[in-house]
């Protein structure tokens, strides 16, 4: 005999993926102009392995192509929150940090969450020998200790995104993620940043 009931689905994640290739291009250019020389962030040092990476301030620039990248970054975020929230706001975001990551043959990021900020993101800007790993793996923050027929509707470990040219993807700050070993000869470039929201209009 079947039963009323109530059925909650409850504390799910909500991930976004955007596309820009044109804005992806001119950071690359941008980017090749830099000099960065190991982790100059000096920021978890242990758990990244085989790569270059900027200091935290990447953003803070008044660069056209860091402008640009500043603007549409804010959109797609804005775009997010109305989307979530069914709303037409518009809001004041921050970046509270901002840096690039260049990945030599070997490189990993080992898993870790990003503090201060509410969302992030990873920009894709040169993925590089698409078959040779490399990518990044969000774990499922719903962590069960026992695994039958009854977990079976949350098994699901971890979401794998592959690094593409343009790519780009927002998350919330607390889903832990790590890149696995990219053994490419060619470069992975990737820029990435945290988001908090100030004010809403
Ligand atoms: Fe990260």
Known sequence: MSKNFKKNLLFSSPFFEFENVNLASKLHQHINTLNIDGIESNVANQVKHNLSESKFDFFNSEVDVIKETRTFLASCLKDILNNLYNTDDDYKIAFTDSWYHIGTKNSSHDLHAHINCSWCGIFYIQSGELDKGGHTFFCNPIFSNFLDIGTVHHNDTEHIVI???????????????????????????????????????
Not at 163 to 188: A, D, T
């Open 163 to 201: 690094p593409k040219n343009g790519k780009l993807v927002f998350f919330p700050s607390y889903l832990k993620h790590f890149q696995s070993i990219y053994e490419g000869n060619e470069q992975r470039v990737v820029v990435a940043f945290n988001c908090s929201i100030l004010e809403k209009y």
